[in-house]
């Protein structure tokens, strides 16, 4: 069987709804196997064309208009649409359908979690809830009302504010909602089950109070904790920084064990996976507490930029997504560290927007066409779009900036926008044209600038050729410049800049909005050759070339000023190195080179999240992305033999370092979670040590660790270290937690992220391997296919097989997750020949199976 590729659906398709929904009304009677749902709209013609809304597995009971019962003539159901042929210019339409929400694997939609009802509808779950224009340009007034057997379901909740509640006969109870503001159907929230909560409220700067509430597994409320500060730290920071207050009385999270992705932003109701909710010092890491804060905040953030500015269609995805992960990168520098966060966000953009851009996958910021719309939460979307944004603020500098975020807030507020409207605000802020800018969001690819330096002496005069040129990507062969803003700056080589002619404090920003510019910089003269910083704070999502050599590099990380720039400069040669190593196998790393990274990390202890940063080399899926082709089996071999010389080096420090307390108490504080990334990095190079001893000093300090940051980083350290010590490991934590499962996520995940083929498809056969579970499914597919690359590109095809198992088990219950996990195979025309044609034929055989629309969709576009 071969399910047919999906049909595109095409941005100049667009045309606007015929008619608006000024209001609805949803009333939910709730059963596991047997939701009834009704729904009364009043519709009001706006513009010719066919009534027509969205429904998918629904079971239509009855259907009228103004009271009138329809006959089935009078409609056509057919391809999930509904069409009345003919209707009045006002009417009513009500519908009573029933759903099964337990029998819905797909997790979108009306769906069960734990016992407990909860929703998901971003972008085409609502269809599956009850007839309606399911699409982000229809936005109505909803009112709900929700009944349920108050036993088992004491917790009712949608979103908006609650209205009247009580008792109804047999036991049941029931409970309504109103959201005074319109919204479209992608934002419906409903949950119900029983919870605990943990409860505080917030007062806006215009004097509101809000009651807010976080609700989770019973017996779990304190692990809600951190993720209520982090809301409170939201609502403050875009009062401040945005001056964007809450507009509702209630705001609640509710964290569900079975959820698709991290979270999701519905109006006053956000709905989070709970690996982004839970935590305690004991049970989650540094990393955990952060991204709960960033997801925190990036989902309430877009009650502005997505829920009340929200997007005229999906094509226009990045306009919320581009916009609030910038806003949420923005929120974690504040709270942060900047030049830290701005590191760790290039790394992500870097490992994921790059490869996907470098391969079958790319498209751009804003595509002409997609096959399935939950293909369409891309790295690309989201994180290459936030880069677009601060690109932007370069471009036309922070005041032209917040100044054009404010007409935007201003102009478009409680409307359906397009990106040339967001473009707009800027234009006008700014009084710059945009519309070259612009072609960053319809090209795909990563461009590259070549930088080329001259220096004359007798004219005391640097001039610089730089120029650019983005890679075809499928269906585009050819780019036009797009302008790159690149912050610049020249450094004397002794911690300060030369000034220059033109430029303040020896900075600027040059743009390159051509294929090729020369720049000319006048020093004073007799001024001595400067060092060029260029794309300072990765200011551009490009990939710069200079023709530096090793001993040029090592200069320019020492000259340096930008801590982006410095801690890139060791990524570039630590990447060269590591090449050079693959070359020549029989060859030993370059001591100079290994000392000058151990020094950098040393000089910069006092900045222990920083230097933690300098310890991590390039990985092998960035890597991969340089050689063509690649081989990652290689390429992680020569990584390794580069960080166990790199460790070496650091022997004493990793000794002096570790023997220092842990910070206790503990506290999720930037302060100490910095100095924790700083023991997990030396604790990180022990295992790369590789001796029975350093498996012995982890095992040590495993036995001994206070909280989860160190105790998850001994156990990743001993996995690849077979013996007693790493055994014992592996049993004590699961012994320890097999009652906590985001923590046996962990577990599952630190074993298939280094283990092997074998050890992946053992772990998917644990008795506590869930497949309709989406973290879990995650924790060994994701953690194999998108971190273990060696084991999964490995030449015998093993690892290409075992994943395809388990996607082609997950399709039939959850297509989205089997379509995100298929990216696995993204990069396989750049493999080595033996991988690739394992690569080849297992996605035909995918491909020849019969899977999902959305599997079919990323398997098509990869073979394409
Ligand atoms: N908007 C949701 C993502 C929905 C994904 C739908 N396939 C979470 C977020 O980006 O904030
Ligand atoms: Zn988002």
Redesign the pocket.
Known sequence: MRTETPVSVKLEDYTPYPFEIDSVSLDFSLELEATRVRTKMSVRRVRPGEFVLDGEGLTLNDISIDGSPLQVSDYKIADNKLTIADVPDTFTLETDVTINPKANTALSGLYVSAGRFCSQC??TGFRRITYWPDRPDVMSRFHVRIDADKATYPILLSNGTPGKAGDLPGGRHFAEWDDPHPKPSYLFALCAGDYDVWRDSFTTMNGDHVDLGVYVDKGQADRAEWAMESLKASMKWDEERFGRAYDLGVFNIVAVRDF??????NKGLNIFNSAYVLASPDSATDADFEAIESIVG??YF?NWTGNRITCRDWFQLCLK?GL?VFRDQEFSSDLRSRPVQRIKDVMRLRARQFAEDGGPLAHPVRPQAYGSI?NL?TATVYEKGAELIRALTVLIGDDAFNKGMQIYFDEYDGTASTIEDFYSCFEKASGKDLSQFRLWYAQAGTPEVTVVEEWDEAKSELTLTLSQKTPPTPKQDKKKPVPIPLRAALLDGKGGHVEAEGWQDGETVIVLDKAEKTVKVNLSKGSARPLLSINREFSAPVRVRRDLDKAGLLKLAAAETDPFNIWDCFQSLAKTEIFRLLDEPQSPPDDALVSAMADAVRLNESDPAFAALLTVLPDVGELFQDREPADPAGLDSARKRLRKAFAEALAGDITRILEQPSPTPFKPSAEQAGTRALRGAMIGLTGALGTPEAASQLKSHFDSASNMTESLACLRSLIPLPGKARDEAIETFYARWKDNPLVIDKWFAVQAGQGTAEDARRLSEHPDFDMSNPNRVRSVAAAFSMTNLAAFHAPDGKGHEVIADIIQRADKLNP?LAARLLTSFEQWKKLEPKARASAKTVLERLQEAGLSKNAMDIVTRALD
């Open positions: 971003e972008a698709n992705f991290g979270a999701m932003e990036h989902e877009h997504e609030t939950d939460y989205a």
